[in-house]
């Protein structure tokens, strides 16, 4: 199940999603920091390698959201 996130939550960069080559979740990004919102560091966005998390400004259409990343960001 694909969700969508409001536009801004706290330290969310809204615009910025990380994506791992051949699989099906991407996680939403940490404002100012290179980490996941369930904490996996990332690659900046000009390396590009086989493994490892890379970011993207797209969202991934594609792929499912982390749950991890989803459970974090919802209000408790």
């Known amino acids: ?3 969508l996130l409001p536009v ?3 330290d969310i960069n809204p ?6 080559l051949g699989s099906s979740i991407y996680h939403l ?3 100012r920091l290179n980490r996941t919102v369930c904490g996996l ?3 900046p966005i000009r390396v590009k390698l ?3 998390l890379t970011s993207t400004p797209t969202q991934p259409l594609d792929k499912l959201v ?3 990343c989803v ?6």
């Open 15 to 20: 615009i910025m999603y990380a994506v791992r």
């Open 29 to 31: 990004m940490q404002a």
């Open 66 to 68: 982390c749950k991890h």
């Open 1 to 3: 199940m694909n969700v």
């Open 8 to 10: 801004c939550i706290g």
């Open 71 to 76: 459970r974090l960001t919802q209000p408790r």
């Open 50 to 52: 086989r493994s490892g």
């Open 41 to 43: 560091k990332v690659r």
